[in-house]
């Protein structure tokens, strides 16, 4: 039987306004994500998750993927993410997090990062 995830409903329209305003790495990304071409799993994006909005998230592993972009090198926003990732790890949410400049100039190792772990997770998760 599947986890019911909470999620607060008035996320749902800032849901669809970032889906139709992805960044470049965003894009990029989704291109490996979208259809189940990531060893057949399937991912939603900009997925409400409790009181939080992730970029990408797989239901079947309980996986979220988080992309940061330049804002994220500021304390008070590094600060929000700490306590994001402590929320959805505590909703057995496990959380992969990489900077946008890795998937716009690296995308095939972060391809094979993500691959990695869906690999630890996919014997987890049944």
């Known amino acids: ?15 669809r306004q970032l889906r139709n ?6 894009i990029k990304l989704w291109g490996h994500l ?4 990531m060893l057949g799993y399937d ?9 939080y909005i992730v970029d990408f998230f797989c239901y079947d592993l309980m996986l979220a993927i988080e992309l ?12 929000k993410d700490v306590v994001k990732d402590q929320r959805l790890n505590e909703l057995g949410v496990h959380v992969l997090r990489f900077d946008d400049k890795d998937v716009v100039n ?3 190792k972060v391809v094979g990062v993500i691959e990695l772990k869906i690999e630890e997770l996919k014997g987890t998760h049944a």
């Not at 986890?3 to 008035?10: G, S, T």
């Not at 979208?34 to 071409?37: F, G, I, L, V, Y």
């Not at 991912?43 to 009181?51: A, M």
């Not at 940061?68 to 600060?79: I, L, M």
């Open 34 to 37: 979208r259809n189940k071409e």
């Open 1 to 15: 039987m599947r986890k019911i995830i909470p999620y607060n409903p008035r996320l749902k329209q800032l849901a």
């Open 21 to 26: 305003n992805s960044t470049k790495a965003e």
């Open 106 to 108: 690296g995308i095939e």
């Open 68 to 79: 940061d972009g330049f804002t994220h090198q500021f304390e008070e926003v590094y600060q």
């Open 43 to 51: 991912f939603d994006r900009q997925k409400p998750i409790d009181n």
